[in-house]
Every structure is written in structure tokens, then in C-alpha cells.
């Protein structure tokens, strides 16, 4: 049996994440304000609404209404497996959630010339992205490379230890990591880019979710 992935999402909307981790070669736990489960082997931190900006000590500056039962979960669930040194990867939401749990603060609403690359229609958008020479997503996919997207937020001052390994035309974050910690946050969402999900105009993404579970059998 392969490593079991503690999945963090909306309720019927994790079916992508827990399918690209059984083609990976682990096992999904997935639930909505899933409790804190260190029987398991990662935490996945799922794409989805916005963050409550007070957990970042800021007004309301286009945010969407926050889900605040999830807000608390996914604090609590990442706090957990943090302390307990075990592997996080997060997706759109789940890469700020990561940002802000560790101090980070967001932009709440990305201006009309850099969003018309990112999202808010009615489908991914694709556009390139610049990777941090030695990051693991450089190691990957080189230098440059085309990313999904599907979002008006993104990470801006970074939370303590995380380190930006990617970036968007637009300058902000597209990628973090945590140097010494087994974690890794990405805005685009690799589920819609890998395996049943595989696109010919962007990277394979299931390069990402084998890493994941590398780290998760450790």
C-alpha cells in the first residue's frame, strides 16, 4: 500500500486530487475540515474559494466571502503537519493558505491588466512562468514553462522561511518552497494537467505529484 495523503477540499470537488494520487501511487483520505490525521503520510491542500483577509490583518480589498469553517480547518490541518515535519503540497488556495499560516499576506484582487492572463472566466488560462534555477519546478521543466490558471488572488509578501522558486509576468509568485522542510506551493493546479487530465499547451504536472509522494514514503 503507498502512502496515505490526508486531501483538504470543497465538499465533491476533490475527485481530480484524489485521482492524481492513486495514479501517483498513493492512497487519498479526502474530506471538507478534515481533523488533523498524522497517521497520515502528507497533507494535499486543494484549490478553491478566498481566504477570510482578517487571517492576514487586512480590510476587505476585493475578496470574495470566505468559507470561515474551512479557513479554520486548513490553519489547523497545516500547523499539524508542519510541527510534525510531514510533506504539504498546496494548490492555488492551498499555496496562499501555506503563505498566510506562516505570516505571508496576499493580494486580494489582481488589477484588470495582469488578471486577464490568470482567470475568472470560464476555463483555465495558460500562460508561461519563470522558475528559480536549481527549484525543483526548474529541475523539472527548465527555465520557462506554460502553467494553467484559474485565479483573482495571488501571494505577496512571503510568509517566514518560504522562498518563491517561480514567478508570473505579472511579478507575483506563481511557486514557493520552504528550504528544509518537505514543502511545496504552487498557484497553477497540476490535478487539470496530468494524467486523464494531461493538455498538449502545458507542462505534464504529474512530475509534481510523483515528487509529493516521494517525499511522502520518507
Known amino acids: 500500500m503507498g502512502p496515505k495523503i490526508l486531501i483538504s477540499g470543497d465538499e465533491g470537488k476533490t475527485f481530480r486530487y484524489e485521482e492524481a494520487v492513486r495514479q501517483s501511487g498513493g492512497v487519498p483520505a479526502a474530506g471538507y475540515c478534515p481533523a488533523p490525521d498524522l497517521s497520515c503520510d502528507g497533507l494535499l491542500l486543494c484549490g478553491g474559494g478566498d481566504l477570510d483577509c482578517s487571517l492576514f490583518a487586512r480590510e476587505n480589498l476585493g475578496s470574495d466571502p470566505p468559507d470561515l469553517l474551512r479557513d479554520k480547518a486548513e490553519m489547523e490541518l497545516f500547523h499539524a503537519f508542519f510541527e510534525a515535519g510531514k510533506p504539504i503540497l498546496g494548490v492555488c488556495r492551498g499555496m496562499q493558505l501555506i503563505n498566510v499560516a506562516l505570516g505571508g499576506d496576499l493580494i486580494q484582487d489582481l488589477p484588470p491588466h495582469i488578471r486577464v492572463f490568470h482567470g475568472r472566466t470560464d476555463h483555465d488560462l495558460v500562460h508561461p512562468i519563470r522558475n528559480l534555477e536549481g527549484s525543483l519546478l526548474y529541475e523539472l521543466y527548465g527555465s520557462v514553462c506554460p502553467v494553467n490558471s484559474f485565479h483573482h488572488q495571488a501571494v505577496s509578501r512571503l510568509g517566514a522561511g518560504l522562498r518563491a522558486i517561480s514567478w508570473a509576468e505579472g511579478g507575483f509568485p506563481e511557486a514557493v518552497d520552504c528550504p528544509g522542510r518537505p514543502i511545496l506551493g504552487v498557484q497553477f493546479h ?28 520518507h
Do not use: N, Q, V, Y
Open 190 to 217: 497540476p490535478e487539470r494537467m496530468s494524467f486523464a487530465h494531461l493538455r498538449p499547451d502545458t507542462i505534464d504536472a504529474a512530475a509534481i505529484f510523483s515528487h509529493f509522494l516521494t517525499l511522502c514514503r
